[in-house]
C-alpha cells in the first residue's frame, strides 16, 4: 500500500534510503505566492543533520538541498514541490554483520516480514534520514505558517529521567546548548548522564515537547480529522517515538474533572481561557491557547553492547553492532517534531477555509 | 472539510448528532462473506450503552441498531454496510442554560468559532452518542479479524490514580465488575473513589490498555501509515482522550536502550521475542508480539460545581451544570478504544495484502 | 476496496440496495450555514422518480427523503448530512428467473465474480435506485453552487439517433416534454421512435448534455484533480454511461488547430473567448466560459425479446427478461448527470480556495 | 489543493516543469520483488521523446531516466521509487512574447486566474513534457502486469478524419510507422495530411485506441472506483483529451438495446461474450473480455498562423508563436494513453484483492 504521503490540502510524499542515491519530498498542494529559496530549507535541515556534537553521529553529509521544481523567480507557483537530497557518505562498506541478521529494537525484521526483502545498507527506508525529507517539508510550512502568525516552536524537554519542569524554562536557551534544552544547567546535567551513556555502551531516550503560538479557534475537523488526532498520527510516525500527548496528557487521566476544566474569561481582546489543561484542543478543534504536545522517544536501539538475536536462517545468534551511533537522538529529532507539527498544522489551517458557506461567498464575490 | 470518514480499504464514515433523529455508520469496503446479523453489532452497542451502573448517566436508550444495507442473507456483499441506530431520549427540554454558553472543557466554544452555528441540545455532534458508530463498525471488525485469529481486549488500567500493575492483571475479572477493570480489588478501590467524586460533584478521568493477539509480522505500511501512528489517530480521535503510548511509551523515555531492546530468539514456532517493550510494533510494522497501547482519558468536564465562563455575547458568567452526568466515563470508552483498535488493525492487515509481487501472481494464478 | 466515496472537500458515500431497506448517502464537507430542508432535496428526487411517463417502469416508489443528521433548525451545521429514502415497492418476488442467471447486458455476472455472492433481488447494489443518493447530493450541491452564482442545467440532446442540432434548442421546452429535450417537435419524434422500441421489445440509448453557467476561471486543479478528468470520472461513474465528452469532445479529433482554438477577447467585463469549441476548460482549468460536457447513455439492457445467456452453473441458456422495463433511461438519468456535475463542480470550487496565500493571509486576518 | 497524485494503492505522483531541473515521478505502493531497471522505464520513455519524425517537436532532450529509490540490486522492495529525469533544452530564451500573452488553446490564462503567478516557459507545468512522469511511471505498471498476463496496447485510430476502420486493423504495424497507426497505408494517407496541415501553418488531432487483453472477471469497485470511471479520469487527466469512449461509446447512444447488448456464452474454457459492445466492463467491472477504449485527441493548439488574444494587461492583441511545434501530438501521445490505462488497471487489480473474506484467509493461513 502507498504509505509515504501525508496531508489532506498540503500533502507531502516522502521517498529514499539511507545509502540510495539520496532523500526527497514532494510537498504538492503548497498555495502559490511563498517566497521560498534553498536557504530557508537548509536552515532546518541543519538542525537534523550529524556531526554537530559529541553526541551525535560522525557520520560526514552536508545534507544540501535542491529546489527542483514548484518555484519560479523564488516564488511557490501552486505547482508540486521537489526538493531532492543526495547522499554524500554511501560507500560501500562491510554490511555482512547485519545483512542477514535482525539488529534488536530495529525494524530489520519486520521489513523482511512484510516484504522479503530488503535494503539493509545503513538502515535503507527505516533510517533516521529518512526525516530529512520531513524536515525539509516542515520548514516550507513553518514559513508560510509565519504569515500567519503561527509560530512553531521545540525542544528537549527530558533526557533519560533529568526532565525539566516547565517552571524552570528559559526558551532563550534553548539554541545555547547541543541538547536543545530551555535550561543551560539540566542541559548541563544531561551531557553528564550521556557521557556516562557512552562509556557503559549504552544509549538514552527522551521527551520533546512542541508548543504553538499565534493559533486561531476553531482549526481541526470533527471527528476523524481532529488536530489532536493528526498531530499524534504526524508525531507518532516518527521512528522511535513510542507516546504523544496533548496539554495535561497522561496526567489528566488522575486529575480531577474541577481540576482538569479550563476557565473560559472574556476581555477586550477577546475569549481566553485562565488555564491550559486542554493544551489548546478542545473537542478536536484549537481553542486559541497554546498548542501544547510531547513525545516520547526512545533509547537509540543500537549499542555497542553484545546482544542477543536471530538471523534470516532462523539461527540464534549474539551481535556486536559497530560504529559510532548517536546516543540519543532526541536533539536532532527535535526539528523533526517541528517539522511535523507544522506540517499538520498548516494542513488544518487550509482545510478550514471551506467551513463556512459565508466565507465562501465571500471568497468568490 | 470531510473529516468523518476514517480508513483506506476498510473505511468507515460516522454521522449523527445526540437529540438528531440518529446516529449512524457507513462501513465501506468490508469483505464480501461474513457473516453478519444485527445480534453481533448490538452485543458491542450494549456494552457502551447509557444506565449499566451508578457511574453512567440515566439517559434511557436502548440503542438498538438496524442493518439497512449490504448484507443479503445474512451475509456481507462486499456493498456498503449502513447502520442506523435511532435516538429516542431525544425530547425537547430546556437548553437556555447552555444554547449560548460555553461550558468549560467541552467543545461548545470551538464549534461555534468553526462553524458560527452549533446543534447545542446534548453536545450535538461532539457528543459521546457519536462513538456509537465506531462500536458498531468496531464489532464488525473485530468478528472478521476473529476469522484470522486475531483478538483484541480492552479494559480499564486506572481510575484516578488508582492503577493496577501489571503483575495483578486478572482478565478473566474484566467482565466480572462494571468499570471493566482486570481486578475485582482494585475496581472496588475505584469505585468507591467514585463515590467520592459523585459526593463532592466532581468527576475522573483514567487510562484505558488495549492488548492485540495473534497478529502476524509485518502489518503496518512504512513510512505515513505505520500501524502505531494510525493506532494513535484512531484513539487520539476519540473525545477526552489526551494521551496515546506503545508499548513502554513514556517510560520508554527514561529507560536506557539496553534495558528497552527486545532480544530475538527462534524456537520451533518460529522468532519470537524475549520482552515486549515495543509493545509488539517496530518501524511501524507489527513484530509478531502482542500489540499493547494506552489511552489517558481526561475526566468528564460536565461536573456540577458552579463553575466561571463566557457566553456567546461575550460575557463572563458562571453557570452550573444541571442533570446527572458520568462521573468517569471510562467503563464506557472501553469499548471505544477496543473498537477504534479494531477498525485501525483491520485496515492495515487489508492493506498488507499487495506488499508483495509473488503473493499477487498467487491470488490472479 | 471501499468505492462508495466521492469528492475531496465536498464528499458523498452512497450506500443501498435495489430491494433492501432503503437508499442513502452521506455528505461530508457541506458547508455551515446553508438553509436545507427536505423540500429542497425532494424536488429533484422527482425528476427522477419512476412512474413519470409510459416511458419509465411502474415501479412505485415516492422515494420520499429523510434528514437525519447535519442541519439545525433549517440550516446546514458543517456536520455529515445523513439522508434515507426508505425503499417500498420491494417486497417479495419470484425472482428465479435471475437468481442464477446473468442477464446480457447487466452487471450480474461481473458482481458474482468479483464477489462470490449477490442481492440479485431487482439488480441489487447495481439498479438504477443506487443514483437516488447521487441525486440526493446534488440537490445540495446545486443549491449551494446558486448562492455564488453558478447554475447547472442539462437536458437530453439525443433518442436514439434522433438528435437536436445547437441551434434548435429552445431551452425553455426542457420542461414541457417528458423525454426532457430543448425542443417539443424533437421531443414529439423521439417518443414516436420509443413507442417503436416497445412494440419491438426494444429498447434505446441516448446522449445527455449539461451546461454550467457563472463559472469564475481557475477552478480545477492540475494535473489529476483537473476539472474534466473528475468530470469525466463522475460523470462516467453512472451506470450506462459509456462515453463523456467536453467541449466538442470528438469532433475536435478532426479539427484543424486553426478552428479549434478559441480566441481571447477583453472589454469592460473582462477576459472572454469568441467561440467555445474547449467547452470551458483549458489545461484542466475553467476559462470562465460555460461549461458543456455530453454523456452517452447506451439502451437499456433489460428487453423483453428471448436472449441468450449463461447461468451460475455454466449452462448456456435461453432467457426471457418478465416485467416492464424503461425502454429507455435517459429522460431519468438527466437529473442524475446535473447532480454529479453539481458535485464535482462544487469539490472543485472549494479545493480551488487554498491556491494563493494572498487569499489563506485574507482569510485569517 | 494537491492535485498530483492518481490512484489508491498503486499512487504516483509527478512533479516538474518544462523548463525548470527537471521532471520526475514518485511510485507509491508498488510492490516488492519486480526485478526492474532502468533501461525497462527508458524503453516507454522513448516512445514519446521528442524529434522522432518530422511531425514531432526537434527539441533535443534524451529523457534519461535515473532511479534515486525503491530498487536494491535490481528488484523493487516496496519502498516509494523516485525517478528523475533532468531537462535539457531549458537554456534561456527570448519569453516576452508568452510571458505576458494569454496563447489560444493553451492553459495560460487558466494558471493566472488561478495562481496570479505561472511559469511561461514553455509552458511551465502545463506543457507535454508532464507526462513523462506518467510514462515512466506506466512503464512500471505495465511490466508488473505482464506477470499478470495482462498486456496493454494503444495506437492511433485516427488522424483527423483519416479513421482506419476495425475491420483493417494490422497491430502488427503499429511500430512499423511513425504514427503508429495500426495499418501503413492508412498512415500514409494521414502523413499526407500532416504535411499538409504544415504548409499551413495548421495542426491536427486524432484519435488513439487502447486495448487491455488477459483481464480476469470482475476488477473495479462499485460505483464510484469502477474500472471505466477511474480510466476515463486518468484518461482525461492527460492534457488535450476532450473525449473517452469504451466499448462503442457513443455509438451505443444511437444503438438498441438487442444491438448492444452481449450475449453470454460458456465453454470448456469458461465463460465469454459472444460481441463486445460493452468494452469489456459491465457495471464498473471487467466481464473477462479485451477492455477497449479510446480518447479524442484535440488538434495542437501552437500554430504559427496570426491569432487574436488578450495580454495580461487586458489588452486584445495579436500573436505569432515562433518555433516549430509537433503540428500533431497524437503519435507520441499513445504510449501516454497506454501508461495511463496501465496504472489505472493495476491500481484497480490490486484493490480487488480485499474484496472477499475467503481470500483473505487464504492469504493469512
Redesign the interface.
Known sequence: ???????????I?????SH???I?V?I??C????SLCEEDIQLYLNRRKPGQSKFTTMRRESDTV?????T?EG????????L?IRNQDQKSRDYSNIMNS?R????D???D???????YRGG???SGR?TIGRVAAGAIAAK?LG???IRITAYTK?I??ISIPEQDYHLDEISMNKLYMPNNEYAAKASEYLEN?IK?Q??????IECVVDGM???????????L??????????I?AV?????????Q???????????????NDS??HK?TNH??GV???????SQIVLRA????????S?E????NKD???ISMTIHGRHDPVIVPRAVVVVESMTAISILDA?????????????D??R
Not at 546482544?307 to 536471530?310: I, S
Open positions: 500500500m502507498s504509505g509515504s504521503s501525508l496531508g489532506n490540502i498540503f500533502k510524499t516522502t521517498w529514499g534510503e540510495g542515491e539520496g526527497g514532494i504538492d498542494g498555495p502559490a505566492g511563498l535542491e529546489i527542483l521544481s514548484g519560479f516564488v511557490t507557483t501552486g505547482t508540486p514541490i521537489s531532492l535482525y534488536p529494537g530495529h525494524a525484521y519486520t521489513f516480514a512484510k516484504y522479503g526483502i530488503r535494503d535503507g527506508r527505516s529518512e508560510l504569515h500567519l502568525g527530558a533519560g529521567s551513556c557503559n549504552d544509549s538514552s531516550g527522551g521527551i486561531p479557534a476553531g482549526i481541526g475537523d470533527p471527528v476523524f480529522e481532529k489532536d488526532a493528526n498531530l499524534a498520527k504526524a508525531i507518532m510516525s521512528g513510542k507516546g504523544v500527548e496533548i496539554g495535561d496528557g497522561f489528566a487521566a488522575s486529575a480531577l474533572g474541577s481540576q482538569n476544566n479550563d476557565s473560559f474569561f472574556c477577546g475569549i485562565r486542554s493544551g478542545l473537542g478536536g478543534m484549537s481553542d486559541g516520547a522517544v526512545k533509547p537509540t536501539p543500537s549499542i553492547q546482544q542477543q538475536t536471530v532462523s539461527e540464534n489551517v487550509l482545510m478550514n477555509m471551506t467551513s463556512r458557506l459565508d466565507s465562501i461567498v471568497f468568490y
